[in-house]
């Protein structure tokens, strides 16, 4: 049971390119999300899906995209980096029932030059 | 709108000092959720307890309590007889029943623990 895992755990990227990071989660959990986290701003949630086919946007979803098609993966793609976008990334996945603790993935730090 | 805040940025305790972290949040709905999450300085995210808006009781988990106030919208995290493996970000987080799924975390509180 690997619980909620991603890649990269690191990359560089130059301004105007585009990645896809990667989440999954072994758990069969119907929800995941996608946070950034920023020095003194905490988590801040991008996109979050709440099943297979389904997904809406968080507070910061400009120049992120996502879909889920199954239940395991959620990526993350970054459409044309930007500065702005240098973050640590997390992904985090819960059951829909009981209130929404997350487990959350090992984070990817991402630097755009 | 829901808003949690962590007025405290960072605290410095020395070990074995009992320290207490605040959490206070805004909503308009009568259910939610309130989080504690730990962040040591290996990077990671961990659930440390969840309280339903409907469960006032304070907890109590080995050296962790929490004390959750519907009157003063307050969810405050005492860590006793601290240690230095106690050092971490705190995070306070809600999720409110207009938006469950939008969980909102509070910018966290850095605690270090001074052997």
């Known amino acids: 049971n690997a619980g909620v895992t991603q890649t990269p755990k690191f990359q560089v990227l130059k301004t105007g390119q585009s990645m896809t990071l990667q989440c999954a989660q072994d758990m069969n959990h119907e929800y995941m999300s996608w946070y950034r986290q920023d020095p003194g701003m905490g988590l801040r949630l991008i996109h979050y899906?709440?099943?297979?086919?389904?997904?809406d946007q968080g507070e910061v979803p400009n120049g992120y995209n996502v879909s889920r098609s199954t239940t395991e993966d959620f990526p993350l793609r970054l459409l044309s980096a930007a500065p702005s976008q240098t973050s640590v990334y997390f992904c985090?996945?819960?059951?829909?029932?009981?209130?929404?603790?997350?487990?959350f993935g090992p984070g990817t730090r991402l630097t755009v030059t | 709108a829901q808003k949690v805040t962590q007025a405290q940025t960072e605290i410095s305790v020395v070990e074995k000092e009992d320290v207490t972290l605040d959490c206070v949040y805004e909503?308009?709905?009568?259910?939610?959720?309130l989080f504690w999450y730990k962040q040591p300085p290996s990077g990671e995210l961990v659930f440390l307890i969840r309280r339903n808006s409907f469960d006032e009781q304070n907890e109590i988990s080995g050296r962790y309590s929490w004390n959750f106030q519907k009157s003063t919208s307050s969810f405050n995290f005492t860590i006793t007889a601290s240690q230095v493996v106690d050092s971490a970000v705190y995070f306070c987080a809600l999720s409110a029943k207009q938006g469950y799924q939008k969980v909102t975390f509070g910018t966290g509180t850095k605690l270090q623990v001074i052997p």
């Open positions: 985090a996945s819960s059951t829909l029932v009981g209130g929404y603790e997350q487990y």
């Open positions: 909503t308009r709905d009568t259910t939610y959720y």
């Open positions: 899906s709440v099943g297979a086919g389904i997904t």
